[in-house]
């Protein structure tokens, strides 16, 4: 388990070294958690995720979220997918 402040991954962060595309409106996120998401978006592009995380509470309530984690302008972000 990974902990940062008050948010608990439970789970495995992968590293990965991966291109993937994201649409206009992809919001970035300090933790892979909603309650993080930042007040800025991305626009449609491709971008190099270093890391990855499946959130098992998705698995349960039958939704397969991936968070990636990328570099920014801001430092390290978490995105959606």
Do not use: E, R
């Amino acid at each position: 388990m990974n902990v940062s402040g008050s948010y608990a991954m439970v789970g495995t962060v992968t590293t990965i070294n991966k291109w993937i595309p994201i649409t206009n409106g992809t919001y970035m996120h300090n933790f892979p958690y909603d309650a993080t998401k930042l007040s800025t978006a991305l626009g449609a592009q491709n971008v190099l995720a270093k890391a990855m995380w499946v959130d098992p509470d998705s698995l349960n309530n039958g939704k397969f979220t991936t968070w990636y984690k990328i570099n920014t302008y801001l430092g390290d972000k978490w995105i959606k997918q």
